[in-house]
């Protein structure tokens, strides 16, 4: 069964939208809880990255993009961790703006 479908069926099972509206909340809650859960962990690897090489994320990332680093595997990991971060921050926004 398809999303949509679902979704129809929910919105059928609570005709009153008060109650269709509090169970989304929750649902919401869930999706921010996990999501902050998730970049709090990416936050705490990328914290260690920079440590190690003694650089800011943004820029390691633009200088990785740039081709200014080279090809090390710890840069590909922190490259790879820091666009599963900023993907995971515009999530965020987006489910704390429908909130």
């Known amino acids: ?14 005709p009153d939208q ?6 989304l909340a929750k649902l919401f809650d869930v ?3 996990t999501h902050r859960l998730r970049l ?3 936050e705490n690897a990328l914290r ?8 800011e994320s943004p ?5 990785f993009e740039a081709g200014e680093l080279g ?8 490259a790879g961790l820091y666009e599963l971060r900023q993907d995971l921050v515009e999530k ?6 429908a909130s």
């Open 18 to 23: 008060t109650e269709l509206d509090l169970l």
């Open 31 to 33: 999706a921010l809880a």
């Open 71 to 78: 090809d090390s595997m710890d840069f590909f990991e922190w």
């Open 40 to 42: 709090q962990r990416y």
């Open 1 to 14: 069964m398809e999303v949509l479908d679902k979704l129809e069926i929910l919105r059928e099972a609570f």
């Open 59 to 63: 820029t390691f990332y633009r200088r």
């Open 92 to 97: 965020v926004q987006r489910l704390e703006a």
């Open 48 to 55: 260690q990255f920079e440590q190690r090489y003694g650089m």
